[in-house]
Every structure is written in structure tokens, then in C-alpha cells.
């Protein structure tokens, strides 16, 4: 009996795939390789090094954005959630952040600082901490006030009931939030990538479209598609790490 | 202060009142505990029976007037009360023996020594084998033994609970009451113990305090004492029980909207 | 919060960061950040000139196009997924990677596919929102109440009525709420659609304003959606609180 989730999703895995390769062959457009020719170009860029030159420039501003999000995120979602001051100075703006295209600013923050690191890492900080914050202070403030009270009951510090209590109990949903926030964050390094610098795997993406390679193209993409999931599913297996007790069975998002 | 009274009484409120705003909570409230017995806050809702427990827990603080634990004064929570919480206040992210532990995590005891308290505390309530289970796994009863162990493994004098089995089912309640009885032999602590449930009250105390709302006084102390000697089972059909049961409620009734 | 004793309202801090704004693009500090009042005006220029309007009907047409698809297509989907056991076994890993995967990403093969047109954008718009709102929707399903659904047939109703007049409204704000987050992703998704194809829409004032430097229209137009999107998920989320009243009591 527990092999039929496995099945499952070998089934419904091959049965995209083998979608995608029948619709390949049927002549809709040239443009469009099945799945072994985009596989077969994956192998080839893998084998030549290309896909890993093109990964070390766009997983370091990437990463390195993530993680400053991360850690500022939480921190001004910890201080939002905590104080009433704070929270009504600074959270109206994440507010809008989180609401609106954050994308549109990116032509302008390539315009200002240029195509290097630091841009990047901007970019990717812009679209990921505005969910990081907002999920954390919503968390924090609406930590329920019988555990925190225990927590006084108890004698705990101020310092202990942050962190023991407050932010386990925001745990949830500040990881919800990490996750939301590294989608866009991956979508922001590529944005950029695509638009303007000519970098990263994005250069690999627009190069391969523009010379009509397109199962290069398609194996670039589906490169950091599967980038991405791995690294989500990664950030989960963290989470259940850490806080065992929260996996109490099926949540999304 | 009179040294006898000292040796006798636990808790003593003196003349404590607690305003919300324009609302008077409690009313220049007056009511000693005596130690080594477990004393019941019974009233009907609104009666500012869980304020006043706060207030002695220094959860909150009074707004005039003053609570004395053991010759002290007391604002703020200390190491000589521990609370019992009506809704466990247990963390979802932590085993149970964590759980227990917390309180003694807390004062800085190391692992070692408070994994092995807790551990007595947790086969003392009766949930050994549970050590690394989940809140979430434990039903509504073991949850609330998780509380009560955590409260006894910090040792401290007075016992504080906030209808601590109104959240479980009659069954579990009524094994909970028993329970209560022989721990209050055992532990010799002082026990503080918030009610609405009449028959619950005049079951496990040694004394009760009713208190009637608006305003919020302590209307008389009733102390049951003819069978404290029986057995758990009888005790239920003993005619003095019966007939203290009877008595506050028709002293109660006219409160009940 | 409160100021001498008055609540000061929710987003109100945004006015203090207005006139930091007003004063740091007053002193010319950077050639890209213009004052406030100045892409105002710069805003009320352009507002009746044809390529503005053309972009917003542009953008519009694509926007509503695009959530149009998700939900007709999303919401029965979701529906079918929280019912049936194995078209979820099926679909749900998907739906889930491609609900935080970077879609973006896609949208060169949407551009080699469709073309460089509208096509494309109203597309990608509906990809950006249809898996949020086919989560939402198996959700509002899956937590029906038991209950429910046996007060239905013991009161014999057939399953048109039950449909119609139970689970809909059941699920209903679940549902709803996924449609404001999905209507949020094709914000995002148009535009992002408009940026890499940009020859539609805002996507092409944004390369004209960007290309030669008019900062204060290329703010102006910011500002323009930054508001619309936000007054718009403002009204969705202000449907959704009119059906949420029963929403925590079901």
C-alpha cells in the first residue's frame, strides 16, 4: 500500500513527459523539441561545463539575495510583529510591495546600478522580502496569548519568550513565507538575467532562443525549474527538521 | 504581621481591587489560603474569580491592595507559584518531556538534571511512555497531565489552577478530580483551585471560597470536612457532600442569567 | 497606533514616506528619483495622451483575459481535484511546483511558441494565476463539512440543488480568496509578460521611458500600476470579507 504514492507520481511525471514528447513530434512548430532532444541538449551543456559557468553567475547573487532576505526579512518581521510603532511606520510599504508588480522596478534598478552582483542581489532582496516581512509580523503578532503567557508564568525573559516561544510558534508560517519568498526571488535573478545582462542562465536561455537552438533552450529551462522545486523542497525538509511537532500532516502554502 | 498567621497561611490577599477601565473586576477583596490544602474560587461567570488567580500568579497586576505569598509580597510571577492553564498553554512544537521540562528550561537547569525530573513528573501523572510524543498526538486529558506534571516539576509552593478540567470530557474529569484528592496528600503544596463546577468544588477542597459578582466579594467559606476520610467512590454518595452540594447551589442559583 | 491619544489609521505612514520622498527628490540627490510632485504632473501629462491609454486598455485587456481563462478553467479543476482521489494523486505534485516554481522562465518558450504578441502576455497572465486559484478551490472543497453534505441527502436533494445551493456557497470563500491572490499573480504576470515581450502595453512605454531617461514618466507609470493593483486586490479582498462572515463558523 505504500508504494502507491510513488506509482502515482512516476505515473503522472511520465505522463508529462511523455506529453511533452508526442507533442514534439507532432509538426506544430519547429520550435517546439520533444522531451529526448531538450534531455539530450541538458546533457550535452552539462557535459561541456557551460551549464555550471552559467549557475556560478546567476545562483551567487541569487543565493547570497536569498539569504539576506532571510535574515532581514525575519528580523523586521519579528520587530513589526512585536512593536505597534513599528509596524505601522514600516509595514504600509510592504503592503504595497506585496501587492503590486515589483517586476516593473527591475528595468529601472538595472538602469541605477548597473548589471554586477550587487544589483542582482538588490533585485532578488526587492522580491522576496516583502512576503518574508509581512508573513512573519502577521505570525508574531498573532502568537496566542495563552503560550506566551505561560512562557511569563514561568519566568521566562523577555529574550527567552521571543525565542523560545514566539518564533517556534511562528514557525509555520514564517517558513510559508521563506518559500513564497524564494519563488520570487528566483523569478526576480531571472528576470534579470533575461531582460538585459547577458549572464547566468538566462544568457543561456535568450542566447540558445535567439539562434533558434531551442532544445537548448528548453533543457536551460527546465534546468532551473528543477532548480528551484529541489531547493523548496529542501527549505521543507528543513523545516520539518527543526520543528517536528509542526508537521501535523497535509498543508499548502 | 502575626507570626502564627504566617506559619498557617500560604496566600493572603489583602483588600485587592482590580479595574478595567471604568469597570470594577474585584472589589476590595479579602481571602487567606491556608497551607498544605487545596482552597476552590467558585462563582458563576463574571465573578472575577480567574482575575483574582492572575493576580496571585502576578500575571496581572492588581489595582490596589496587595497579595502576600510566604511572608512576601508578591507583583510579578516567582519561583513559589506555578500555574495550571484551563487550556494546557502547551507548545505544539514540542515532546512532551520538553514540555514538562520547560519550566525548569527556563530557570536555566541543565538537561540532564530537568529531563530527569520531568521524567519522574511524567510517570507520576501517569504518562509514562509518552516522553516523545506530540501535543497534537495526546488527547484532551493526557494534554492537561502534561500541564500539571510541568507545574509540579518546578516544585514550587503554591499550586495555581484555572479550571484546569473544564476542557475535558465528564469521564476523564471525574478520574481528574480523584486524582486531585491523592495528590494533594502526597505533595503537601498549597493549592489554589478556580471552579464553576459545584460538585467539583465541594469534591476535592478543603475549602471554598464562593464568590458572587457584581460586585465581586467572597460571600462565605464553606469547609467541608465530614468525608474527607472516605474512599474516592463514596465520597459522592456521602449526605454531607450531598447537602453542601444542595446549599450553594440554591445560594448560586439566583446568579445564573 | 495612537498619536495624543487618537488611532492613527492603517496605511497613514505612507504620507510620512511621501514627504521623505517630496524632500529627497527635491534636492536632487539622484537623477532617478524624481519629487512626488513632479511625477504628479508628469502623471496628469500623459494620463489623456493616446499611448497611455492604449497601454492601459492594452494591459487591461490582457489582464482580464488572462484571469478569465484561470478561473474558468482553474476553479472547475480544483473542484475536480478535491473530489476525485486520483485525478489529485495526479495533478497535485504538479500544481504545487508550478505554483512556486519561476514561471518566468516559461515565458521564452511562450514567446517562441505564440509570438511576441498578446497571445503570449494573456497566456502567461493565465499561467501565473491558474495554480493558486485550483489550490484554493480543492481546499474549499476538501474542507466542506461532513455534515453538510449529509443534511443534503437526507433532506433528498438532487445533485444540481446540492451543487448550487450547498457546496458552492460552502467552498465559496475559500474559493474567492484564491482568486484574489491568483488576481495579484497575473498583476505580476502581465507585467512581467509585457517586460520580456515588450512590445505591447506598459512593457513598451516602460523601453521608451527607460531608454531615453524621462524618469518622472517612467515613475509616473509605476506609481499608475502600483495603485490600480492595489485598489483592485483591495476591492477583491473587501468581496471576500463579504462572504467570509460564515467563513470561520463552517
Not at chain 2, 512544537?93 to 514538562?100: E, F, G, K, P, Y
Request: with cysteine; charged share 15%; glycine share 8%.
Amino acid at each position: 500500500m505504500n508504494h502507491r504514492p510513488l506509482y502515482l507520481k512516476i505515473l503522472s511525471a511520465s505522463l508529462l513527459f511523455g506529453a511533452w514528447e508526442i507533442s514534439g513530434r507532432i509538426p506544430v512548430s519547429f520550435a517546439f523539441p520533444t522531451f529526448v532532444e531538450s534531455m539530450s541538449a541538458l546533457f550535452v551543456i552539462i557535459k561541456d561545463g557551460s551549464i555550471f559557468v552559467a549557475y556560478m553567475d546567476t545562483l551567487q547573487p541569487l543565493f547570497l539575495g536569498i539569504f539576506i532576505s532571510a535574515i532581514l526579512g525575519i528580523g523586521i518581521g519579528l520587530w513589526v510583529g512585536l512593536s505597534e510603532k513599528f509596524n505601522w511606520l514600516v509595514s504600509p510599504i510592504f503592503i504595497v510591495m506585496q501587492a503590486a508588480p515589483l517586476a516593473a522596478l527591475i528595468p529601472l534598478l538595472i538602469m541605477v546600478y548597473g548589471v554586477d552582483l550587487t544589483s542582482k542581489v538588490f533585485v532578488v532582496c526587492i522580491m522576496a522580502m516583502p512576503v518574508i516581512v509581512l508573513n512573519t509580523g502577521n505570525a508574531v503578532r498573532n502568537t496566542p496569548f495563552s503560550i506566551k503567557e505561560m512562557g511569563q508564568a514561568f519566568l521566562g525573559s523577555k529574550k527567552d519568550i521571543i525565542f523560545k516561544i514566539i518564533l517556534p510558534s511562528s514557525s509555520p508560517i514564517i517558513f510559508a513565507g521563506l518559500r513564497l519568498g524564494v519563488s520570487a526571488g528566483f523569478i526576480g535573478a531571472i528576470l534579470a538575467e533575461l531582460k538585459i545582462t547577458p549572464t547566468g542562465i538566462g544568457d543561456i536561455i535568450s542566447y540558445s532562443r535567439s539562434v533558434g537552438d531551442y532544445p537548448t533552450m528548453y533543457a536551460a529551462i527546465f534546468s532551473i525549474i528543477l532548480l528551484a522545486v529541489f531547493f523548496l523542497n529542501f527549505l521543507e525538509r528543513i523545516e520539518n527538521y527543526l520543528f517536528k511537532g509542526n508537521n501535523k500532516g497535509y498543508i499548502s502554502d | 504581621m502575626n507570626d502564627s498567621i504566617t506559619n498557617n497561611i500560604a496566600v493572603s490577599v489583602k483588600n485587592v481591587s482590580k479595574n478595567y477601565g471604568e469597570t470594577e473586576a474585584l472589589k476590595d477583596m479579602s481571602l487567606d489560603f491556608p497551607k498544605g490544602q487545596l482552597t476552590s474560587l467558585l462563582g458563576p461567570s463574571g465573578c472575577g474569580k480567574t482575575t483574582l488567580l492572575k493576580i496571585i500568579a502576578g500575571l496581572l497586576p492588581a489595582t490596589s491592595g496587595e497579595v502576600i505569598v510566604n511572608g512576601v509580597k508578591v507583583t510579578t510571577p516567582g519561583p513559589d507559584r506555578a500555574f495550571v492553564f484551563q487550556d494546557f498553554a502547551l507548545m505544539p512544537w514540542a515532546s512532551v518531556i520538553r514540555n514538562v521540562a520547560f519550566g525548569l528550561e527556563l530557570r536555566g537547569v541543565n538537561k540532564t538534571e530537568r529531563e530527569s525530573i520531568a521524567h519522574k513528573y511524567i510517570g507520576d501523572v501517569g504518562l509514562k511512555g509518552f516522553e516523545h510524543s506530540y501535543p497534537h498526538e495526546l488527547s484532551g486529558g493526557m494534554r492537561q497531565r502534561v500541564g500539571l506534571a510541568r507545574a509540579l516539576a518546578v516544585n514550587a509552593d503554591v499550586l495555581l489552577m484555572d479550571e484546569p478540567f473544564s476542557a475535558v470530557d465528564e469521564q476523564t474529569r471525574r478520574k481528574f478530580q480523584e486524582d486531585l484528592l491523592n495528590l494533594v496528600k502526597v505533595e503537601k503544596k498549597t493549592f489554589i483551585f478556580v471552579t464553576h463546577s459545584i460538585e467539583e468544588a465541594v469534591y476535592v477542597s478543603d475549602q471554598i471560597a464562593i464568590l458572587l459578582p457584581r460586585p465581586s466579594r467572597v460571600s462565605e467559606i464553606i469547609k467541608p470536612s465530614g468525608f474527607k476520610h472516605k474512599d474516592a467512590d463514596s465520597i459522592r454518595k456521602d449526605s454531607e457532600y450531598l447537602d453542601i452540594v444542595d446549599r450553594i447551589w440554591k445560594s448560586l442559583r439566583t446568579y445564573v442569567q | 497606533m495612537k498619536l495624543f491619544g487618537y488611532k492613527l489609521p492603517g496605511m497613514s505612514s505612507l504620507l510620512i514616506w511621501g514627504a521623505l520622498w517630496e524632500i529627497v527628490g527635491r534636492s536632487k540627490i539622484t537623477y532617478f528619483l524624481p519629487s512626488v510632485t513632479e511625477i504628479f504632473n508628469t502623471f496628469l501629462e500623459i494620463l489623456p495622451t493616446e499611448a497611455f491609454i492604449q497601454a492601459v486598455s492594452e494591459t487591461g485587456y490582457a489582464l482580464m483575459s488572462g484571469l478569465f481563462f484561470a478561473t474558468f478553467i482553474g476553479i472547475p479543476l480544483g473542484i475536480l481535484m478535491g473530489k476525485n482521489r486520483i485525478v489529485d494523486e495526479i495533478l497535485l505534485p504538479w500544481v504545487n511546483i508550478f505554483l512556486s516554481a519561476p514561471l518566468t522562465a516559461l515565458v521564452p518558450v511562450l514567446m517562441v511558441l505564440f509570438g511576441f504578441g498578446m497571445k503570449s502576455i494573456i497566456i502567461t497572465t493565465t499561467l501565473f494565476a491558474i495554480w493558486i486559484i485550483m489550490l484554493n478551490a480543492r481546499a474549499g472543497v476538501l474542507q466542506i463539512n461532513r455534515s453538510l453534505v449529509d443534511m443534503a441527502s437526507s433532506f433528498g436533494a438532487k445533485p444540481w440543488d446540492a451543487f448550487f445551493k450547498i457546496y458552492f456557497w460552502a467552498a465559496l470563500p475559500e474559493i474567492l480568496g484564491g482568486v484574489r491572490i491568483g488576481f495579484i499573480r497575473a498583476v505580476k504576470g502581465v507585467i512581467i509578460g509585457q517586460l520580456l515581450i515588450s512590445v505591447v502595453g506598459f512593457g513598451a512605454l516602460f523601453e521608451i521611458y527607460s531608454s531615453n531617461f524621462l524618469m518622472s514618466h517612467f515613475w509616473a507609470v509605476i506609481f499608475v500600476l502600483f495603485t490600480l493593483a492595489f485598489i483592485l486586490s483591495e476591492f477583491l479582498a473587501f468581496l471576500e470579507r463579504k462572504v467570509s462572515y460564515y467563513a470561520s463558523n463552517r
